[in-house]
């Protein structure tokens, strides 16, 4: 979603801020812009990719200063006058922002009423009133603050006085935002990925900060005004991290990555003496709880449908799993004793922040499993665990949904032991996490078969299906969204059984049904439920593990742990969605419409 970059204190700031944009691009933008301090200010703005964007720029005109923006569309629609930076009606202050102010039409009523705005955005609302207060005599810090007194919503905000080229106002609320410390400069970007090669020393910030960034000082306040001390943290990415290498696409190198993400959790969640290296106050608190409550969106959610079983049966805990979006405004009736885990890759998705909002009103233990360490779920849940994916770039999220499966595996794995469970005792974690590594690794081989096959299945048709039981209709619904969000195929994951309850209507002559199939008791009932849709025209495609295959199955997953089979059934359907995207010649790794990071509700 929307992302910032600005930099103070260092030469070529128009190179420096390009590139930020570049690294941000990965978070979904459908328009960006530059304003540039220098001899000659520039502010420069296009719709589409940041390369329209360069086209505009005079690269000559450079400065020591400047902030820039990518857009994602949320009031008004992506054109130039849309887009960021906005500057008030002067000309005088110019501002980029992340988030979505909510009483933008209340502010425009009472204070703007006679402005004229040159698009729809929430954003130019914000800059107007900035230069509004500041026409009252108060300097633009003062007026700055004043105007975020009245503010309700999300912000992460840069803003800069055209007359002072060496100083930049930032504020923060509810949207992710960043400082960078540098030698004689300073930065600030909505992910440290964007800076990280000019720093890797951050400062977080939280919610209703202002900062005031000149080349040698970082000023903190927070809402009342006093001076806040932090220190920085060293991020432990390296920019070779970001870098596509040799692949065609951001998506199959993270595809191609999960063996060693799969071997790397097994490396940092194993003690020496192979015990599973959890937090004891977090398994305490766990162990407290008699329900758990896995709160998610979109892919990371499917990762917790995926956990269910494992986590039930290692820790005899019953485990729920909510849609953020739902759960925080239709709160179901809890148990006595909830714990919440927010499952989210990018650790900053508005949906599920709102939900833990709430819990941590309610005094709820909470725990975040995400990727990103330092990230706002992160910082406001009782506990972390980290995926240590690495940086996931690709819009559709692979690696970072089998490592969330296998993180609450290894948490299960110590939940049960602590709890004394036997099926917890027996499971030798991270010896089947290691064989999962290796049979990854076999699928990953066979990206050949797998283009042909969905070359054959996937090319002439508007729609396609899979269906499984259990464990299998949860990968089923991921490999949908997989499928339907980047090759824009109409793909729906089905609980094999539910067909012929309304859903087989729409099984025609040739509609493709993909069946997934790794549990030994309910497989001969999905294949049952193949031959229905068979029977009325449907082609259908089956992914198998080796021990329930038949001779005519097409796709032949190596036997893992069945508690597991997730983690190796999903790896085809990427590859199947990453083909079938190409195929058909869109951007496998920014989606239309897509964000990365989706932080506003
Ligand atoms: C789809 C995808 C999304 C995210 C969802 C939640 O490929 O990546 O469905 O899973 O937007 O994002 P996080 O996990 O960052 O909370």
């Not at 328009?31 to 690269?59: C, F, Q, R, W």
């Not at 766990?286 to 990371?300: E, M, P, Q």
């Not at 909510?322 to 239709?330: K, M």
């Not at 059934?569 to 590859?575: E, H, K, N, W």
Request: aromatic share 8%; with cysteine; hydrophobic share 40%.
């Amino acid at each position: 979603m929307c992302g910032i970059v600005g930099v103070v204190g260092k030469n070529d700031a128009t190179t420096i801020i390009l590139n930020g944009l570049k690294r941000l691009e990965y978070r979904g933008y459908d328009s960006a812009g530059i304003y540039v301090a220098g001899d000659e200010s520039h502010l420069v703005k296009a719709i589409g990719p940041i390369k329209n964007l360069e086209e505009k720029l005079d690269t000559t005109i450079t400065g020591t200063m400047g902030i820039g923006h990518t857009r994602w569309a949320t009031h008004g629609k992506p054109t130039v006058a849309n887009a960021h930076p906005h500057t008030s009606q002067n000309g005088e202050l110019v501002l980029v922002h992340n988030g979505v102010i909510e009483n933008y039409d209340e502010l425009r009523q009472t204070y703007l009423a006679t402005d004229h705005f040159y698009g729809q955005t929430d954003t130019e609302i914000a800059v107007h009133l900035i230069a509004h207060f500041k026409n009252t005599g108060l300097t633009t810090k003062a007026a700055f603050k004043k105007a975020l007194a009245v503010i309700d919503g999300s912000y992460a905000f840069a803003l800069v006085d055209t007359k002072d080229s060496e100083t930049i106002y930032v504020a923060k609320n509810k949207s992710p935002l960043l400082i960078g410390l540098g030698e004689g400069f300073n930065v600030l970007c909505s992910d440290a990925l964007a800076m990280l090669d000019q720093t890797n020393r951050f400062v977080e910030l939280t919610d209703g900060e202002m900062v005031t960034l000149t080349a040698d000082n970082v000023t903190i306040e927070n809402a009342a005004g006093e001076i806040i001390k932090r220190d920085y943290y060293v991020a432990e990415l390296d920019a070779s991290d970001i870098e596509k290498g040799t692949y065609p696409y951001y998506m199959l190198k993270e595809i191609d990555e999960q063996p060693v993400v799969m071997r790397k959790i097994v490396q940092k969640y194993q003690n020496d003496d192979g015990s599973v290296a959890i937090d004891q106050n977090l398994l305490t608190s766990l162990k407290n709880s008699d329900r758990i409550y896995i709160v998610a969106c979109g892919t990371s959610s499917h990762a917790g449908w995926a956990a269910k079983k494992f986590f039930e049966t290692l820790t005899q805990i019953p485990v729920e799993i909510h849609l953020s979006s739902e759960f925080g405004y239709n709160m179901p009736l809890l148990s006595e004793k909830p714990f919440f885990i927010y499952l989210s890759q990018s650790g900053e998705t508005a949906d599920s922040r709102q939900v833990l909002v709430k819990t941590n009103e309610l005094a709820y233990p909470s725990l975040t499993i995400t990727n990103v360490a330092g990230s706002t779920l992160s910082r406001e849940a009782t506990y972390t665990l980290l995926l240590h994916a690495g940086p996931e770039i690709a819009v559709a999220s692979t690696k970072a949904y089998t490592a969330q499966i296998a993180v609450m595996a290894v948490l299960a794995k110590a939940l049960g032991v602590e709890k004394g469970i036997s099926a917890a005792l027996q499971f030798d974690l991270f010896h089947e996490l290691s064989l999962v590594a290796s049979a990854m690794e076999t699928m990953i081989n066979e990206k050949e078969s797998l283009a042909e096959l969905t070359a054959d299945y996937l090319t002439d048709t508007r729609n396609a299906f899979y269906i499984g039981r259990g464990n299998d209709y949860y990968v089923s619904m991921e490999a949908a969204l997989k499928l339907k969000e980047i090759s824009y195929l109409q793909a729906e994951g089905f609980a094999a059984g539910e067909l012929k309850h309304g859903t087989i209507a729409l099984i025609e002559e040739g509609t493709p049904v993909i069946g997934i199939i790794t549990d030994a008791v309910t497989g001969p009932h999905t294949r049952g439920n193949l031959q229905e849709v068979t029977s009325r025209g449907a082609r259908t495609l089956v992914i198998a593990t080796e021990d329930l295959a038949k001779a005519d199955d097409q796709i032949l997953l190596p036997t893992v742990h069945p508690l597991l089979s997730s983690l190796l059934a999903v790896v085809p359907t990427q590859l199947i969605a990453y083909f079938a995207t190409l195929q058909r010649g869109y951007d496998v790794d920014k989606p239309r419409n897509l964000a990365k990071s989706v932080t506003v509700e």
